[in-house]
């Protein structure tokens, strides 16, 4: 459960971990597993059988996924996930308290509105992450999805979710060695830090015969 104290008290700035080189994964029992969802399963986009998987894990409250869900993600999206060429999921790797309350109020409703809330937070994420009361920023910027205080509060005390949305984050560090975000598996292969479109074409194109 997330409280205004923990919330108040954290920003994700402060809390990022090193940016450490670690080595790839390699196609077989490693990437079979992390295709694996967590206990409240992946929002897909794009087809089942599209040639390329991306996975992101990402924290709300992470300067650097946010400017890539600004600068990358749009042109992403457009070119490869809405055209059925890559299948993309992104994953919960909050680095705080904030971001993992964050987490559970896009996964609510049973995450009806995963990727409309999550793209909201992050192209607002200064209005809310980094400022003096960022729960009470957050609750008003919630209202804009349709949160009532009500729903808002009830959200953030559900043990349930907050429990899954960690289950998430914990599977990433010990098994897949996540330990940045954003960190990108790219059939199976991983990626870390913020990249740019042209980037993720290189590895994307080859994949995809493109």
Known sequence: MITRRDALT??????????????AFAQGPAADS?????????????PADAKCT????????CSHCAAFHKTTWPALKERWIDTGKVRFTLREFPLDPLATAAFMLARADNSARYYPITDLLFDQ????????????????????????????????????????INAVKERGMTVFKVNSTPTFFINGQKHQGET?????EKVIKPIVGA
């Not at 954290?10 to 080595?23: D, I, Q, V």
């Not at 992390?34 to 794009?46: K, R, T």
């Not at 200064?126 to 609750?139: H, Q």
């Open 10 to 23: 954290l920003t994700g700035a402060a809390l990022l971990f090193p940016r450490l080189a670690l080595p």
């Open 34 to 46: 992390l295709l694996q969802p967590g206990p409240l399963g992946d929002v897909w986009l794009g």
């Open 54 to 61: 991306i996975i992101e894990y990402a924290s709300m409250t």
């Open 125 to 164: 994420q200064a209005t809310w992450a980094f400022v003096p009361k960022p729960l009470d920023a957050l609750e008003q910027m919630m209202k804009q999805a349709g949160f009532s205080r009500e729903k808002f509060e009830a959200t953030l005390k559900d043990q349930k979710l907050y429990d899954a």
């Open 196 to 200: 740019s479109i042209d980037a993720m």
